[in-house]
Protein backbone atom coordinates (compact mmCIF):
# COMPACT_ATOMS: atom_id res chain seq x y z
CA UNK A 1 0.00 0.00 0.00
CA UNK A 2 3.11 2.40 0.77
CA UNK A 3 3.84 1.92 -2.99
CA UNK A 4 0.53 2.70 -4.55
CA UNK A 5 0.23 5.80 -2.08
CA UNK A 6 3.80 7.13 -3.77
CA UNK A 7 2.78 6.38 -7.38
CA UNK A 8 -0.95 8.20 -6.42
CA UNK A 9 0.82 10.80 -4.63
CA UNK A 10 3.53 11.43 -7.22
CA UNK A 11 0.95 11.37 -10.26
CA UNK A 12 -1.01 13.70 -8.59
CA UNK A 13 1.96 16.25 -7.84
CA UNK A 14 3.15 16.18 -11.23
CA UNK A 15 -0.25 16.51 -12.45
CA UNK A 16 -0.66 19.97 -10.25
CA UNK A 17 2.32 20.97 -11.37
CA UNK A 18 2.11 20.51 -15.49
CA UNK A 19 -1.34 22.54 -15.08
CA UNK A 20 -0.14 25.39 -13.03
CA UNK A 21 3.59 25.75 -14.63
CA UNK A 22 1.26 25.34 -18.15
CA UNK A 23 -1.05 28.04 -16.69
CA UNK A 24 1.95 30.64 -15.25
CA UNK A 25 4.01 30.06 -18.56
CA UNK A 26 0.92 30.19 -20.98
CA UNK A 27 2.21 26.69 -22.55
CA UNK A 28 -0.88 26.13 -23.86
CA UNK A 29 -3.60 28.49 -26.26
CA UNK A 30 -6.70 29.37 -24.75
CA UNK A 31 -9.46 26.48 -25.26
CA UNK A 32 -12.45 27.15 -27.12
CA UNK A 33 -15.70 27.31 -24.58
CA UNK A 34 -19.13 27.75 -24.84
CA UNK A 35 -22.59 28.47 -22.93
CA UNK A 36 -22.60 29.04 -19.22
CA UNK A 37 -18.66 27.79 -18.94
CA UNK A 38 -17.49 30.59 -21.13
CA UNK A 39 -19.83 32.89 -18.94
CA UNK A 40 -18.22 31.18 -16.07
CA UNK A 41 -14.87 31.41 -17.49
CA UNK A 42 -15.08 35.21 -18.31
CA UNK A 43 -15.90 35.50 -14.65
CA UNK A 44 -12.92 33.82 -12.98
CA UNK A 45 -10.85 35.96 -15.50
CA UNK A 46 -12.74 39.59 -14.68
CA UNK A 47 -11.99 38.88 -10.74
CA UNK A 48 -7.94 39.31 -12.19
CA UNK A 49 -6.85 37.09 -8.53
CA UNK A 50 -8.49 34.10 -8.29
CA UNK A 51 -7.50 31.60 -11.33
CA UNK A 52 -3.82 32.44 -9.85
CA UNK A 53 -4.92 32.05 -6.47
CA UNK A 54 -6.15 28.84 -7.72
CA UNK A 55 -2.85 28.11 -9.63
CA UNK A 56 -0.67 29.32 -7.23
CA UNK A 57 -2.23 26.79 -4.40
CA UNK A 58 -2.06 23.54 -6.82
CA UNK A 59 1.35 24.42 -7.89
CA UNK A 60 2.50 24.46 -3.91
CA UNK A 61 0.35 21.40 -3.60
CA UNK A 62 2.16 19.81 -6.28
CA UNK A 63 5.75 20.79 -4.93
CA UNK A 64 4.55 19.23 -1.77
CA UNK A 65 2.99 15.98 -3.09
CA UNK A 66 6.23 15.40 -5.47
CA UNK A 67 8.68 16.53 -2.71
CA UNK A 68 6.54 13.76 -0.10
CA UNK A 69 6.87 17.22 2.74
CA UNK A 70 4.12 18.37 4.20
CA UNK A 71 1.73 15.88 2.33
CA UNK A 72 -0.85 16.24 5.19
CA UNK A 73 -1.07 19.87 4.80
CA UNK A 74 -1.63 19.35 1.34
CA UNK A 75 -4.52 17.13 1.01
CA UNK A 76 -6.76 19.34 3.10
CA UNK A 77 -5.57 22.48 0.99
CA UNK A 78 -6.05 21.32 -2.46
CA UNK A 79 -9.41 19.68 -1.15
CA UNK A 80 -11.47 22.41 -1.81
CA UNK A 81 -9.70 23.07 -5.59
CA UNK A 82 -10.30 19.24 -6.46
CA UNK A 83 -14.05 19.71 -5.37
CA UNK A 84 -14.14 22.60 -7.68
CA UNK A 85 -12.67 21.09 -10.65
CA UNK A 86 -14.98 18.26 -10.07
CA UNK A 87 -18.23 20.31 -9.55
CA UNK A 88 -17.35 22.60 -12.28
CA UNK A 89 -16.46 19.91 -14.82
CA UNK A 90 -19.62 17.58 -14.29
CA UNK A 91 -22.04 21.19 -14.32
CA UNK A 92 -20.33 22.68 -17.23
CA UNK A 93 -18.07 21.12 -19.11
CA UNK A 94 -18.48 16.90 -18.95
CA UNK A 95 -15.84 15.96 -21.54
CA UNK A 96 -13.43 16.63 -18.66
CA UNK A 97 -15.24 15.12 -15.85
CA UNK A 98 -13.01 11.53 -15.98
CA UNK A 99 -9.91 13.61 -15.53
CA UNK A 100 -11.41 15.74 -12.45
CA UNK A 101 -13.36 12.78 -11.59
CA UNK A 102 -9.57 10.84 -11.01
CA UNK A 103 -7.78 13.98 -9.25
CA UNK A 104 -10.90 14.33 -6.72
CA UNK A 105 -10.77 10.20 -6.25
CA UNK A 106 -7.09 10.67 -5.68
CA UNK A 107 -7.09 13.32 -3.13
CA UNK A 108 -9.39 11.38 -1.02
CA UNK A 109 -7.07 8.46 -1.01
CA UNK A 110 -4.78 10.04 -0.05
CA UNK A 111 -6.42 11.97 2.62
CA UNK A 112 -7.33 8.32 3.67
CA UNK A 113 -3.92 7.45 3.56
CA UNK A 114 -2.90 9.97 6.22
CA UNK A 115 -6.04 10.01 8.43
CA UNK A 116 -4.25 9.42 11.17
CA UNK A 117 -2.88 12.75 10.98
CA UNK A 118 -6.22 14.39 10.89
CA UNK A 119 -7.46 12.34 14.07
CA UNK A 120 -6.84 15.61 16.27
CA UNK A 121 -8.94 18.06 14.52
CA UNK A 122 -11.94 15.87 15.00
CA UNK A 123 -11.95 14.88 18.63
CA UNK A 124 -14.18 17.16 20.97
Known amino acids: MKIVTIIIRTLIGLFLLFVSIGFFLK ?20 SSYLMP ?8 CGLSYVSGK ?6 I ?6 LNILLINY ?10 GLLFLGN ?5 RYW ?8 P
Open 108 to 112: LFMIY
Open 70 to 75: YVTLAN
Open 91 to 100: FMTPDNLPIA
Open 53 to 60: LAKSVELL
Open 27 to 46: LFPEPVTTGDFKAFQVGLIA
Open 116 to 123: SNYKTIFT
Open 77 to 82: VILPVT
